[in-house]
């Protein structure tokens, strides 16, 4: 099956400052990458998300960036602010017609935003 | 768009009772919901797909007899803890994805914290 790996773990930055989550995957046939943010208690809320098509795509201050010939993409969140401290989820799937598998996620990144 | 609703949002039981846990698409039809866990300070982990009008697939690990799952139409899921013990205490998490013939993202319900005693 699917593994998904991420680092780090704990991302400490200043606000204002650039932050970068980076996940690796195992199997060649995922095709769909979201990115997730999840707060204390809550659900986990789509950010972002890459197919396997496109090697990057961007929304505001977010972007991400896939490589698959390494297996690997990453989340860029660009002058960071307070409300971005969270947690954060990588994850992949296989998408075909007629349905897609679920995720698999990384263990995720504790972001922190130093004031 | 593309809300996911789930109740309750928490419950506690005793152990060796039962409990139902609902995940209802709003707004969207969904012939596949997903079952994911995530216990605290964890990752989520994918237990199920619920597939309306078939039997569900679990993931390795995953005691389908315990963990009972039923999509019984378009827009809602329902997940059954049997016989709780302690160690099911989890969130338990639904997803679904609008599109009835293709979709890939994925939007999470509330979540259901279950504590059993």
């Known amino acids: 099956g699917e593994n998904v790996e991420q680092h780090p773990s704990t991302l400490s930055v200043q606000e204002g400052d650039s932050a970068v989550i980076k996940c690796t995957y195992s199997?060649?046939?995922?095709?769909?990458f979201p990115w997730y943010k999840q707060e204390l208690g809550k659900r986990p809320q789509l950010i972002i998300d890459?197919?396997?098509?496109?090697g990057e795509k961007k929304d505001q201050r977010i972007a991400v960036t896939l490589n698959k010939t390494a297996k690997h993409f990453s989340l860029h969140i660009t002058e960071t602010q307070p409300e971005d401290s969270a947690v954060y989820f990588c994850a992949a799937s296989r998408v075909k017609g007629g349905g897609a598998d679920g995720l698999t996620f990384g263990k995720g990144t504790h972001l922190i935003i130093q004031p | 768009g593309a809300v996911v609703s789930q109740h309750p949002s928490w419950v506690i039981c005793k152990s060796g009772t039962s409990v139902k846990i609902e995940c209802r698409s709003l707004?969207?039809?969904?012939?596949?919901m997903f079952w994911y866990r995530q216990f605290p300070k964890q990752s989520l982990m994918l237990m199920a797909t619920s597939n309306e009008g078939s039997k569900a697939t679990y993931e390795q690990g995953v005691e389908k007899d315990k963990f009972l799952i039923n999509h019984a139409s378009l827009t809602l899921s329902t997940l059954t803890v049997t016989s709780a013990h302690p160690e099911d205490s989890s969130f338990y998490i639904c997803?679904?994805?609008?599109?009835?013939?293709?979709?890939?993202?994925?939007?999470f319900g509330p979540g259901t914290r279950l504590t059993v005693l």
């Open positions: 707004d969207f039809q969904a012939t596949t």
């Open positions: 199997d060649s046939a995922s095709n769909y």
């Open positions: 997803s679904a994805g609008p599109g009835l013939y293709y979709t890939d993202t994925q939007y």
């Open positions: 890459i197919r396997s098509n496109v």
